[in-house]
């Protein structure tokens, strides 16, 4: 049964979605709060928290940071009805898996937590558990990303967009196949998502470069984006 935490200070919506999570199996928490939610997340390791921004007491995108930190393994999925890009990009980056405008139909929600908590397991990359590319080793049996032995932090859905990328290096990989096979196969409006996590994945990359030869992802613009070796390296 996976853990989930509903953080959302409007009544109607936050028993909706308690009832409609508890029904479909899974164990719910539900805190109307940031201060609650971070108190809870502190004492209980959660699978998905579905995270509103707009709450009473704190600011959404610095709970979704300080939830980050407490559960870093788990998938955060913001509700927001803020319909601005920029909004949308800072709570990515400040650590959420994903997210959803409001209003948001309830069956696309759902639809939405089962493909999360589907690839809470390793991605599955064919015959070969550990991929290398230059420097790096992405293995997915234990989840661990690695550059001449250090490891690189790693985020969940940043680790299955690495290793996805790592299974087929210098391939065109399109933004539908990526967004399909990371996130969820019915996915359909905006693909921020995708952008953000790939700048992330730029920068982790880029910060080990000082340790042995990484890859660099490559923008193919209007299609989706490829992982290129280092040069003079072989793809094993």
Not at 31 to 54: C, I, N, P, W
Not at 188 to 217: C, E, Q, S, W, Y
């Amino acid at each position: 049964m996976s853990r989930l935490l509903v953080v959302e200070d409007d009544e109607t919506i936050g028993s909706v979605l308690e009832s409609s999570l508890r029904a479909h199996g899974h164990q719910v928490g539900w805190q109307r709060t940031g201060r609650g939610a971070l108190h809870v997340a502190a004492e209980t390791d959660f699978d998905l928290v579905l995270l509103d921004l707009g709450l009473p007491d704190l600011d959404g995108v610095e709970v979704c940071r300080q939830l980050r930190a407490s559960n870093p393994t788990a998938v955060l999925v913001i509700l927001t009805a803020r319909t601005d890009e920029m909004d949308v990009v800072v709570g990515l980056e400040a650590g959420a898996d994903d997210y959803l405008t409001k209003p948001v139909r309830l069956a696309e929600l759902l639809a939405r937590v089962r493909a999360h908590l589907r690839r809470v397991a390793p991605v599955h990359t064919g015959a070969h558990p550990t991929l290398t590319v230059g420097d790096l080793v992405v293995d997915t049996g234990s989840r661990r990303a690695t550059v001449a032995g250090r490891e690189m932090p790693l985020r969940a859905k940043e680790f299955d967009l690495l290793a996805r990328l790592a299974a087929a290096p210098e391939s065109a990989i399109s933004r539908e196949t990526l967004m399909a096979q990371v996130w969820d196969e019915n996915w359909f409006g905006p693909t921020k998502t995708l952008d953000v996590h790939v700048a992330a994945l730029r920068r982790k990359l880029a910060g080990m470069a000082a340790v042995g030869a990484v890859p660099r992802i490559t923008t193919l613009r209007g299609h989706g984006y490829r992982l290129e070796a280092p040069p003079g390296y072989v793809i094993t």
